[in-house]
């Protein structure tokens, strides 16, 4: 196992991307984020990788998102605000398919990463549900619009506006995930869905991809920076993002009384 909080292994055409902080259930900063995306582009080029999975360390979390600490900054500056996160669109952009390789918890942006990915591949003990308004995170954009494409507007707007937790099979049934199996057969289905991609045409797959592309192009001029600008242009200085993240931190309710 690697010492970098970040690594990409490559072997027999598959190019695993691991997030690598188990004890923050693999939470990232934005120094993650930028690997992440670096190595992206890395596997997307080399010839001998076919197939791109995204992964976390341990059983406990595939990714729980923004690490809060990393989130709630200091100075009064959240490090969300010097954030240029452009991970998903990488991953939709990328000729190669993408597997999210889930096991554990897959919330926040750590669950939208991976129903960005061409398929989902979950153990049967995973969690999946999203955080933004939970922990005063401004996620917006693309990144939340795309989920009405993979549920349909009421389901997505249960799953962004109420941050509800969904298990395993209840993300199969909504169509989050693509396959459900016991953990200790997780890393052999991803496996399954690899080398059943390999043995196809990769320009075939390049194509197909790109026409599901084609489909998102019209929601992907919007992102979280932008829709900050166009709602709350103040959001980082009113201390709503601040007290969801101490709150957080605290392991207290937030109170968001003030800002309404």
């Known amino acids: 196992m690697s010492d970098k909080e970040v690594y990409l292994d490559v072997k027999d055409f598959v190019g695993t991307i691991t997030i690598n902080r188990p004890k923050q259930l693999n939470a990232f900063t934005g120094d993650n ?37 990393w989130e709630k900054g200091s100075g009064g500056k959240s490090g969300l605000q010097d954030l240029d996160f452009k991970f998903n669109r990488l991953i939709v952009e990328c000729p190669k398919p993408v597997i999210a390789r889930v096991s554990g918890y897959a919330i926040g942006a750590g669950h939208h990463i991976a129903y960005f990915c061409d398929f989902t591949i979950a153990a049967d003990h995973s969690i999946f549900g999203q955080n933004g ?18 549920l349909g507007h009421k389901r997505a707007r249960e799953l962004w506006m109420l941050c509800r937790r969904y298990t395993a099979q209840q993300a199969l049934e909504w169509g989050l995930v693509n396959s459900v199996v016991p953990k200790e057969k997780l890393d052999e289905e991803v496996r399954k869905y690899a080398d059943e991609l390999l043995s196809l045409s990769p320009t075939c797959l390049r194509i197909v ?15 979280m920076n932008e829709l900050i600008k166009e709602v ?8 709503e993002q601040q007290e969801g993240a101490s709150a957080f931190l605290e392991k207290r309710k937030p109170d968001f009384s003030l800002f309404r």
């Open 209 to 223: 991809k790109r026409s599901f592309y084609h489909h998102m192009q019209p929601i992907m001029g919007r992102d």
């Open 133 to 150: 308004p939970r922990v005063g995170s401004p996620a917006g954009g693309y990144i939340v619009s795309h989920a009405a494409n993979v």
């Open 33 to 69: 984020i930028v690997e992440m995306e670096r190595l992206l582009a890395e596997a997307a080029a080399d010839p001998k990788v076919g197939v791109i999975v995204l992964a976390g360390t341990g059983d406990r979390a595939f990714c729980v998102g923004g690490d809060v600490n």
């Open 232 to 239: 709350a242009p103040n959001y980082f200085q009113t201390g």
